[in-house]
């Protein structure tokens, strides 16, 4: 079975600090892995995603992520963080090979301190 | 590029109502997807769409659930005898690649009292 985890409810980050928010998953087969962020009364906005190729995976707005097999980690992160990166963040694996769904955390809520 | 719109973007309704969501997928976007999330959770997926084909239906869909995509184009998802448990926010995504990953629009939020 497929499942993701976001040990993390809440991360709190002063602004001009990297930023680390944590994503573990469990799928078989190779794994393709998302992360989104979702502003109030928002849908959801697409960061970035891995399917294969070199780990260290670079998206929109600045962030990355860093896929480690081993550990079965997504992590996202991002040098230096921003007021307007607070928001909630969700990791996301597509379910089993070939399935046409993707499963989603439970979400991190991301506070930039000014 | 317009995005995925939905409308409404916020519906109250009471109990026993029956209510309609509609999804515009961004243009020449063959797949489509609705996902359903609840206060604190991530989205769950509900159904998808290949064109006017729903491929994939997952067992949160109840019999009071039904969604359609006529022509392959946008799509709308009734929720027939609302009870509270449908109180949440409705998320329709569209995608051409095959890789679920889609662009999502900006929900429906449905309360039911």
């Known amino acids: 079975a497929q499942s993701v985890a976001q040990p993390e409810d809440q991360v709190n980050v002063a602004e001009g600090n990297p930023l680390t928010v944590k994503c573990t998953y469990s799928?078989?087969?190779?794994?393709?892995l998302f992360w989104y962020v979702q502003y109030p009364n928002r849908g959801l906005q697409f960061l970035l995603k891995y399917i294969t190729g070199d780990n260290l995976v670079k998206g929109s707005y600045g962030f990355e992520a860093e896929f480690n097999k081993s550990q079965t980690s997504f992590h996202l992160k991002k040098p230096s963080a921003l007021v307007s990166d607070s928001a909630l963040y969700f990791c996301?694996?597509?379910?089993?090979?070939?399935?046409?769904?993707?499963?989603f955390g439970t979400g991190t809520r991301l506070t930039v301190i000014p | 590029d317009t995005g995925v719109s939905q409308n409404p973007r916020h519906k109250i309704t009471k109990r026993g109502q029956n209510v309609t969501f509609r999804c515009d997928p961004i243009?020449?976007?063959?797949?489509l997807y609705w996902y359903r999330q609840t206060l604190g959770q991530g989205p769950e997926f509900l159904t998808y769409?290949?064109?006017?084909?729903?491929?994939?239906k997952s067992r949160l869909l109840s019999d009071r659930f039904s969604a359609e995509r006529p022509k392959g184009s946008f799509s709308t998802l009734e929720i027939q005898r609302t009870e509270q448990g449908d109180s949440a926010m409705y998320l329709c995504a569209s995608s051409q690649s095959i890789i679920p990953w889609g662009h999502f629009g900006p929900g429906t939020r449905l309360t039911v009292t």
């Open positions: 243009s020449e976007h063959n797949r």
């Open positions: 996301a694996v597509r379910g089993q090979t070939g399935a046409n769904n993707l499963f």
């Open positions: 769409f290949q064109n006017e084909a729903q491929l994939e």
């Open positions: 799928v078989s087969g190779n794994p393709y």
